[in-house]
Structure formats: C-alpha cells, structure tokens
C-alpha cells in the first residue's frame, strides 16, 4: 500500500473513532476529529504530514502526494 493510502486510511480512523468515542464516552471526544481535520487542511497546503513521516519511516513505499 502506497503512503498517501496509508496516510488516508489513517485519518479515516483516526475520525471514525474519535466519532465513537464521543458518542459512546464523552463528547470532549470529538476534538481529536477537530484536530484530525485541521491536520489535512494544513498538510494539503504544505505537504508535511507526521503521519506520513512515521509511515515512511517504517519502510512505506512513496506515492504521489507525500515525499
């Protein structure tokens, strides 16, 4: 799997839980969604990703968005 699919199933997670968890634990939960998505905007203007940076360094093959 390529690196920006990683980084996309990452963030899909990444959202999908913290839904849950705001709604089965407490809704302060929702704030990592917050920052999840404040993430992706940044990283589509910058191309600086964490995400992606943990992820090729544990050997994920590039793809086209993040080098």
Known sequence: MSLDRLVLVFAGTVVLVSVALAHFV?????????????NMIQASFTGFCPAAMVFKALGAKPGGCFK
């Open 26 to 38: 407490h809704p302060n939960w929702v704030w990592l969604t917050v920052f999840a998505g404040a």
